[in-house]
């Protein structure tokens, strides 16, 4: 059976097959979305996805498709199903760029247009707005992964080619990186040229050619995600064999919101019925814990009086446990308590930039610690995408 490997995201769709490259990018743009515009006609985004996957794979019937490191579950499984009569692997730009090192430290930075996303072997890894302070000052960032770094500190920068502005930031942070003696190297993109899972001596050459630094071969490391979030503010988690004791987790990016959630938790589009606009995201173990996301554009007056006002509107008993000056996961929030038959959800409401955010936390009526800890990480990490 032919074999392919498929570059899927964050721009576009590559493969051995010529894909049309307006469609490739219609179809990321829209991966979360049900039908799209091409040539000004809606089309199912699913139809669209089977058609670009079949074009890039030109024919092969046993597919890798390579995505971003910080799609959520949902989207990845979007492409599988895809990739019609198949026999599919999805893994993330991460893995495939360490796939031969087994055993080794590593660190992977991948540069998007919206994110930077750091990814370790053995450690959480970090999804960064990118903004025109990173873009500006990309010492920063590198300050902090050398405080952070083991002395052996090994990074390998991966910018697409499609990114605008991507090349420069990665070679940016390389010789900075370089001036500080760590080694470090921006990734061949003919990585994705061949199938995943070559022999191990081929791999090993290829890596060791491709990222040669200082007479000696190098790749990557990991350093403290923390150091890196403390750089820039708003981040977003996505965990990486964490230890067995700490919850796997992945990075939802929906509208301006990106946040941290749990990986393997459904994620729900909810548009009709009663109430806002919101996005679910539910527990595999306990339908009844979820995390809900609503976001707004920021109007007149505080985020307190806003909330105040609102639920001054509705049913006595149903909002109670108003607080304007809570605080939850060490970030002062406006707290609230909804409750409803055989459920209660314990809302955070805060601000970023210029989008208001409202986070919240439902369980089974006194059950708020079987979703505690996802929930404070979504609260903790919620920041606004310019």
Known sequence: MTSAVLEVGPVTVRG????PVDLA?????????????????????????????????????????????????????????????ADVVVRDRAEALTASLAGVPWVVVEIADELVMVSGAHAAGVAMVRDAQLNEDPDA????????????????????????????????????????????????????????????ARDDERIAERVRHGGRATWVTIC???????????????????????????VLVEGRVGLQIPAGWTVRRITDGPGSARVEVVSPFDPLAVIHLTQSGLGPGTVSDTVDRALREQPAGVFVDFDPSAVVADRPVVGYR????????????????????????????????????????????AHAIP
């Not at 051995?16 to 894909?19: E, F, I, Q, S």
């Not at 890196?228 to 230890?243: D, H």
């Not at 809302?347 to 404070?376: H, K, N, T, Y």
């Open 16 to 19: 051995p097959g010529d894909v």
């Open 25 to 85: 990018v219609i179809a990321v743009a829209g991966i979360d979305d049900e039908i799209t515009l091409v040539e000004d006609e809606p089309v199912a985004v699913s139809e669209l996805w089977a058609e670009v996957l079949d074009a890039a794979a030109a024919g092969a019937r046993a597919l890798t498709l390579v995505c971003p490191t910080w799609w959520s579950a949902v989207r990845c499984d979007r492409v599988r199903e895809a990739a019609r009569g």
């Open 141 to 200: 960032l590198v300050r902090n992964v050398c405080a952070a770094a083991e002395p052996s500190a090994e990074v390998v920068v991966d910018a697409p080619e499609d990114v605008p502005g991507a090349l420069a930031l990665g070679n940016a942070v390389v010789t900075a990186l370089h001036h500080r003696g760590v080694a470090a190297a921006v990734a061949d993109s003919r990585i994705w040229r061949e199938p995943l899972g070559a022999p191990a």
């Open 224 to 250: 403290a995600a923390a150091a890196l979030a403390a750089v820039l503010g708003g981040i977003a988690v996505a965990g990486r064999q964490a230890p067995a004791d700490e919850q796997a987790m992945t």
């Open 338 to 381: 909804e409750v409803r038959p055989g459920r209660e959800v314990h809302w955070a409401v805060f601000s970023d930039a210029a989008v208001r955010i409202a986070i919240g936390c439902q369980s089974a009526p006194g059950g708020g610690e079987a979703v505690r800890p996802a929930c404070e990480a979504a609260i903790r990490s």
